[in-house]
């Protein structure tokens, strides 16, 4: 990657942590319903006041204390939209043939690093909502107690079973190679018939 155009700057930080030999498999994604919702935060409560205060401009004379009450409310509608999208473009849940790697952050960073092969359970929480809008959160615990909350990503089902196959290909490659040449055989009869 040219690093000169500023294309190194937009590359996410488990892409750019990978050592040569390791493979990105996925990398987590917000929900479409998640990052939309922090849209109507900022439409509510920041443009919204900002939107009532001109219509009252328009239809009386605004008081001073209902100016201070609108713009107050607005700059902290903006402010609840700025942080939400810091957080959306700062938090990273990556899966590669090798790790599991979480980080957040923007001025100070903190990751979090779980080998496939310390790999203990992988547990999936996913309310009604979720399960009707297909979101939820991954629960990766590693041996020694160390584990990792996911942020809300979107299929979290597919995710899971991302992370089983990569355990199952650190355990043993050329069985798990195998299988998913089987299970991809059987697909194409199935698709054929």
């Known amino acids: 990657m040219d690093e000169g155009n500023g294309e190194r700057f937009l590359t996410p930080y488990v892409v750019k942590s990978l050592p040569e030999k390791e493979r990105l498999i996925t990398l987590a994604r917000f929900p479409t319903v ?7 935060e ?4 920041g443009l919204g006041p900002l939107a009532w205060f001109f219509f009252r401009l328009v239809t009386a004379e605004p008081s001073p204390a209902e100016l201070v009450i609108l713009l107050i409310v607005s700059a902290v509608g903006a402010f609840i939209f700025l942080v939400t999208q810091i957080y959306f473009h700062t938090t990273e849940f990556g899966l590669t043939d090798q790790r599991i790697i979480f980080k957040s952050g923007v001025i100070s960073r903190y990751t979090n690093e779980i080998p496939l092969q310390s790999l203990e359970n992988v547990n999936l929480q996913q309310g009604i909502i979720g399960r009707i809008l297909n979101f939820g959160r991954l629960e990766v615990n590693g041996s020694g107690g160390s584990g990792v909350w996911t942020p809300l990503v979107q299929d979290p089902v597919s995710l899971r079973a991302a992370i089983a196959d990569a355990r199952a ?17 059987q697909h194409n009869n199935d698709r054929k018939s």
């Open 34 to 40: 998640v990052r939309l919702s922090s849209w109507l």
């Open 42 to 45: 900022l439409v509510v409560l």
């Open 169 to 185: 290909a650190t355990e043993n490659p050329v069985r798990y190679r195998a299988h998913a040449q089987s299970i991809h055989q």
